[in-house]
């Protein structure tokens, strides 16, 4: 089972970003899939998520108001644009899935993604 993440980079501040994470082995239709980043030095901070039906998100207030989290379960695929972008977003983006639930700390998250770079000039 693997979460493949993409779409990071070089990105201006003020710009977008966006993000999406491919899942393989086994269907993850039914399971909250969601986003975290991880500035190196500091604790993982959850950034979105996204229910079983895609009914339902949820975001973090730093970024709430200018992202967007989709899912696409006939490709199990999940994705994040992020508008507006700060330095402050420049961060390892990771994403996870869990079964049942997901909760802003992580716990809940069975599977991890290996990660994506998204770094902001300003």
């Known amino acids: 089972v693997q979460l493949q993440a993409s779409g990071g980079g070089l990105l201006q501040a003020g710009g977008s970003l966006r993000l999406s994470c491919a899942a393989s082995g086994r269907t993850f239709s039914g399971y909250v899939l969601g986003w975290f980043r991880q500035v190196p030095g500091k604790e993982r901070e959850f950034v979105a998520r996204?229910?079983?039906?895609?009914?339902?998100?949820y975001f973090a207030d730093s970024v709430k108001g200018r992202s967007f989290i989709a899912r696409d379960n006939a490709e199990n695929t999940v994705y994040l644009q992020m508008n507006s972008l700060k330095p402050d977003d420049a961060a390892v983006y990771y994403c996870a899935g869990g079964r049942f639930w997901m909760s802003n700390s992580g716990a809940g998250v069975e599977y991890w993604g290996q990660g994506t770079l998204v770094t902001v000039s300003s």
């Open positions: 996204i229910s079983g039906s895609g009914g339902r998100t």
